[in-house]
């Protein structure tokens, strides 16, 4: 049973800094791209980033470049998203997804529908 497990949510005040961690189970961790998505009350879930299986090719939303930055171990089949300079508009659940991604060593989907496993999410408030 394939299991993705986000931590490290909470509440921070805008400025402020969170990691957040996606520990997968089930699976060959390798084998799959890792994807950051978040979703606020009353709008459509978004995508905020991704990493390749390598960990060598990353891709961000326009909102987020340049204040947070994925990461993964594949040794420890996890994966991270660090969240610096938080503004309260990044208040939302955070959820992590995985994509398949054997011999695609540049596969970094936006798109949720090319993810295969998702994890339940965690709660990232931002207060102003």
């Known amino acids: 049973q394939v299991q993705l497990v986000e931590s490290g949510g909470g509440l921070v005040q805008a400025g402020g800094s969170l990691r957040l961690s996606c520990a997968a189970s089930?699976?060959?961790?390798?084998?799959?791209?890792l994807g950051w998505f978040r979703q606020a009350p009353g709008k459509e879930r978004e995508f905020v980033a991704a990493i390749s299986w390598t960990g060598g090719h990353t891709d961000y939303a326009n909102s987020v470049e340049g204040r947070f930055t994925a990461s993964r171990d594949n040794a420890k089949n996890t994966a991270y998203l660090q969240m610096n300079s938080l503004k309260p508009e990044d208040t939302a659940v955070y959820s992590c997804?995985?994509?398949?991604?054997?011999?695609?060593?540049?596969?970094?989907?936006?798109?949720?529908?090319?993810?295969?496993?998702w994890g339940q999410g965690t709660q990232v408030t931002v207060s102003s």
């Open positions: 997804a995985a994509a398949g991604a054997v011999g695609r060593s540049y596969y970094t989907p936006r798109r949720g529908a090319e993810y295969n496993y």
């Open positions: 089930g699976l060959t961790f390798r084998n799959y791209a």
